[in-house]
């Protein structure tokens, strides 16, 4: 998965320089990171680290290291709202490109009209597992998860919260107990396989929130990146 990225802050400890993870992001362009907006809002450009390249985050041996950049900036979604947890999206630019290695690369981006209702897609990042538990996994984890229809994830949403969310900029998948994305996975990508293209991805979703994690019949909320590819490109420019 070379599109994905560890994102951390940087905490001064003394004299150490101590990183923490805090969510995930995905690689758009050398110097670009697509992540939640849930996660930078209150977060300083100068603190957040983006590491490309990672896998277990305590092995500093590994044969295909990692490589840290610092963000430069952060691009909000003028209309994010922690309230109704819509357009939960940002970018970050960051200080520089990330080198060019073989184990890493952007992700691709889904085409406005493509259907992805039932496809099983893949969630990556270093969450939690359990929801009640500090069991944040070191080494990267995967799971697949079902995408739903929009109008059943409308409905579950409804019924479950009783909140008034903005589900326009939302997709939901998984739903299956015991698989989920968890806590500290916040911001990575949901990734699903381009059709007719073996091993390439596309990310239709960036992980926004749940409730609890891995409950039968109660799927996580992820930003409906398709809607928002407008947004996403205009910022490119």
């Not at 922690?82 to 960051?94: D, F, K, P, R």
């Not at 059943?152 to 015991?178: H, M, S, W, Y």
Request: charged share 15%.
């Amino acid at each position: 998965f070379p599109w994905m990225v560890d994102l951390m802050v940087r905490e001064s400890n003394l004299e150490l320089r101590i990183t923490r993870h805090i969510g995930g992001g995905s690689l758009l362009a050398p110097n670009i990171v697509l992540t939640a907006a849930h996660k930078v809002i209150n977060q300083s450009a100068e603190l957040l680290l983006a590491r490309a390249g990672e896998w277990n985050q305590l092995n500093e041996a590994e044969e295909l290291h990692y490589q840290d950049l610092p963000v430069k900036s952060i691009i909000l979604h003028g209309q994010f709202s922690s309230e109704t947890t819509g357009y939960n999206i940002a970018l970050l630019v960051l200080s520089s490109n990330f080198a060019p290695l073989p184990h890493l690369a952007p992700i691709c981006l889904p085409s406005p009209s493509e259907v992805f209702d039932h496809a099983r897609c893949i969630v990556t990042g270093w969450g939690k597992v359990t929801f009640q538990g500090n069991d944040y996994q070191h080494v990267m984890k995967l799971i697949t998860v079902p995408v739903l229809p929009h109008a059943d994830c409308v409905q579950k949403f409804d019924r479950i919260t009783g909140r008034n969310l903005d589900t326009t900029t939302l997709i939901c998948a998984g739903g299956e107990p015991g698989v989920d994305s968890c806590t500290g996975d916040g911001g990575g990508p949901l990734i699903c396989p381009i059709k007719d293209t073996p091993n390439r991805y596309q990310q239709v979703g960036i992980v926004s929130w749940g409730i609890g994690c891995g409950k039968s019949n109660v799927p996580a909320a992820y930003t409906n990146v398709q809607i928002l590819l407008p947004w996403i490109r205009q910022q490119l420019r």
